[in-house]
């Protein structure tokens, strides 16, 4: 079962069976969905009466990505679409009720023989089950078979980031402005490589000193206080390219920003380093100067403190470094 648009009328239209198609009478997209899913939820409790949460694994993960992709970020979207194919290619077109912990057991082992990350899988387990809670709450389902799995232990690291003479070594190695630039602002910012690529001249207050994120990965805005140093980078930028306030800062896609500053990151001796790490770059930063975690919080975005937790190691060393500092006047 399909939703799918005419382009000759604009009108949409739901197949629910081989060349059987019936229009849903609307060319809103948002109306469609609603239309779409009632008629599936009609169609599923006549074929099968009592056992109307029958739904195939495949026309649940088109449904289930159909919703991600109006109502959460491209990102997730995107993330979750490798997830699905992944996981039907193990399942099969299987009704969805059938999946269960002993299936999941099986494709968790299946994940690990395919030399996939603790990390990676345990990014499958949290998807999948986020995508069957939906499963749940649209009445496929009595209860979520993802609800007794654990996520596999992983080995606690630190979080990576640059020293303030290992950015410069960086900056050293980049000799692309557009790249230049983006590192700079990601270091300095905290920003996650998504939310700069979205960022719009309209969020940056150059009277206020600000940057408003509007697409965060928790929807909540946030406003980060703008470094001179950013402040000047941009006012540069601006007034070299006379953008309209739609426009975006960065015209770069993120595979292009991953991609580059990886290359960077090798090339001035640091091949372990992600995009990603420059966030932890600014956050360790903060506090290697004694910000607190609180305020590193607020500044990154966190909705849960346990996130913020994982610097909790370098601000210990922090308090550490300042105690020594006390000077010494007395005789022991």
């Not at 060319?27 to 009609?42: C, G, M, S, T, V």
């Not at 601006?238 to 975006?248: A, C, I, L, W």
């Not at 903060?286 to 913020?308: A, F, Q």
Request: proline content about 3%; overall charge positive.
């Amino acid at each position: 079962m399909r939703l799918f648009k005419r382009k000759s009328t604009g009108t949409w239209y739901v197949e629910y069976e081989r060349n059987k198609r019936l229009s849903l009478r609307t060319k809103n997209k948002q109306e469609a969905i609603k239309r779409f899913k009632e008629f599936q939820r009609l169609y599923f409790q006549k074929k099968f009466g009592d056992k109307s949460r029958k739904i195939e694994l495949y026309n649940f993960m088109d449904e289930y990505l159909e919703w991600l992709s109006e109502s959460r970020s491209y990102g997730t979207y995107k993330k979750f679409l490798t997830i699905s194919k992944k996981f039907t290619e193990f399942c099969g077109n299987i009704y969805l009720d059938s999946v269960d912990e002993r299936l999941i057991d099986k494709y968790i082992i299946y994940l690990k023989k395919q030399k996939l990350s603790t990390y990676t899988i345990n990014g499958h387990i949290r998807h999948l089950k986020a995508a069957f809670n939906k499963a749940v709450h649209w009445k496929y389902m009595e209860k979520n078979p993802f609800a007794g799995i654990k996520l596999l232990k992983v080995q606690e690291k630190p979080p990576r980031f640059l020293k303030p003479e290992e950015i410069e070594k960086v900056l050293f190695a980049i000799d692309n402005d557009d790249l230049r630039e983006i590192f700079l602002f990601l270091v300095y910012t905290g920003v996650r490589r998504t939310e700069a690529i979205s960022l719009k001249w309209k969020n940056i207050d150059f009277q206020r000193d600000t940057i408003t994120i509007e697409i965060s990965k928790n929807k909540k805005v946030r406003v980060i206080p703008m470094h001179p140093f950013v402040k000047n980078m941009l006012v540069r930028k601006f007034e070299n390219e006379k953008p309209y306030p739609e426009d975006t800062v960065f015209k770069m896609k993120p595979d292009y920003v991953t991609r580059g500053l990886k290359k960077y990151f090798i090339k001035a001796g640091f091949p372990e380093m992600r995009v990603h790490d420059l966030r932890h770059t600014f956050a360790s930063l903060l506090i290697m100067e004694g910000i607190s975690l609180k305020i590193v919080k607020e500044l990154l975005g966190h909705s849960d403190y346990k996130t913020t937790e994982i610097y909790a190691h370098i601000s210990e060393e922090a308090l550490f470094k300042a105690v020594e500092k006390l000077p010494i006047k007395y005789r022991e």
